[in-house]
């Protein structure tokens, strides 16, 4: 691998565990307090195969919500081949910033835009 490729995807778990994981863990305990059930999983880089989408490194929280079939996901990827950071959620748009914009408080806009119906209802 590289040194930028090493280097970002480094920088990439750094936000990763210094800002979007917390949100998240608040997030899960929410959805488990209301009723669903939420996980947390990662994805490790793999350089091998670089240009595929699932090599990306990754963190992606995954809600099943009680009483239905609806599954809902919000998925942290770190772009290595443009060095952007990639937000998909379920429903909505997927959007791409460079690491550094990543913040506590888009974290925590992009969880209510996800799962934010979810959270008011039981």
């Given at each position: 691998m590289d040194t930028d490729t090493d280097l970002f995807v480094q920088a990439f778990w750094v936000k990763c565990r210094d800002i979007i994981r917390p949100e998240l863990d608040v997030a899960v305990d929410a959805l488990r307090h209301a009723g669903h059930e939420a996980n947390i999983s990662t994805l490790e880089f793999s350089p091998d195969e670089k240009?595929?989408?699932?090599?990306?490194?990754?963190?992606?929280?995954?809600?099943?919500?009680?009483?239905?079939?609806?599954?809902?996901?919000?998925?942290?990827?770190?772009?290595?081949?443009?060095?952007?950071?990639?937000?998909?959620?379920?429903?909505?748009?997927?959007s791409r910033y460079d690491l550094s914009a990543v913040t506590q408080a888009g974290v925590k806009h992009d969880i209510a835009l996800c799962f934010g119906s979810v959270l008011k209802t039981k």
């Open positions: 240009t595929a989408p699932e090599s990306a490194p990754t963190l992606t929280l995954t809600i099943h919500t009680s009483g239905a079939a609806d599954t809902r996901m919000l998925r942290y990827r770190g772009d290595v081949a443009t060095r952007e950071i990639e937000v998909m959620a379920s429903g909505c748009k997927t």
